[in-house]
């Protein structure tokens, strides 16, 4: 009879996992990412004036 699969063990340090740590490490120094940093910096271009009325018309229940 065979183990479930839920009894197999994994390896303690998967690829995906050491990624991730390598990552998170990354992060905590001081200077973020640069691609972090270009999305923080660019210019808000959304306007959102006409999508709140959308959403308030359908609050009020006008839906057509």
Not at 14 to 26: M, N, V
Not at 31 to 46: G, K
């Amino acid at each position: 009879m065979t183990k479930h699969l839920t009894d197999h063990r994994n390896a303690p340090e998967t690829g995906r996992k050491r990624h991730f740590w390598a990552i998170e490490r990354q992060g905590e120094m001081d200077t973020p990412h640069p691609a972090i940093r270009a999305l923080n910096q660019r210019p808000q271009t959304r306007n959102d004036g006409p999508r709140m009325q959308h959403f308030l018309r359908i609050d009020r229940g006008v839906t057509a």
